[in-house]
């Protein structure tokens, strides 16, 4: 019977070693990674809340109600109501660790929990969110024409579309 030899077995281990290094980073979510993945998610749900807005006929709002994330529309009585029982528009959590930042409306901060307003015509006053992690920061942004990108620190923009970047 014959074994395997020293050489063999090192051999071995080193490309086992080789591709656990090369797998596990890819794993492990950073905090970059998670930032960037729930500003796309956000951006995505605004887009919607925006053509919906379209769509309906009735204006559509989002605001952040301390660790909670939820839309609004304008009820029979005129007062804003929140939207209740929808699937897209159900209120959610942003990911553990991150937290909204600052919210400017018309470059002007407002507080967090300031009504984001999606008119029938398309339209909203241009924002600027934006969401931290640990010293990590990312934007939100959206212009008066209705249009809503990712803004990394830097300050590149990167428009958005429902199919690119779902799954960022």
Do not use: C, H, Y
């Not at 071995?12 to 794993?27: D, S, T």
């Not at 015509?121 to 990590?136: I, Q």
């Not at 939100?140 to 990394?152: F, K, Q």
């Amino acid at each position: 019977m014959r074994g395997f030899t020293l050489i063999e077995l090192m051999t071995a281990l080193v490309i086992v070693g080789i591709a656990v290094a090369i797998v596990v980073p890819r794993l492990v979510r950073d905090d970059r990674d998670v930032l960037a993945q729930e500003a796309a998610r956000l951006a995505l749900l605004l887009e919607q809340a925006r053509d919906e807005a379209v769509a309906s006929g009735r204006p559509i709002a989002w605001s952040s109600q301390g660790a909670v994330n939820g839309f609004w529309t304008v009820g029979a009585g005129g007062d804003w109501e929140k939207i209740a029982g929808d699937e897209v528009f159900r209120d959610r959590s942003l990911a553990e660790g991150v937290r909204i930042a600052r919210l400017t409306l018309n470059r002007v901060s407002v507080a967090p929990n300031t009504r984001i307003v999606f008119t029938p015509a398309g339209t909203s006053a241009p924002f600027t969110l934006t969401l931290e992690m640990r010293g990590e920061g990312i934007a939100v942004v959206g212009d008066a024409l209705g249009r809503i990108a990712v803004e990394s620190p830097g300050g590149e923009g990167r428009a958005l579309s429902r199919a690119s970047e779902m799954n960022a």
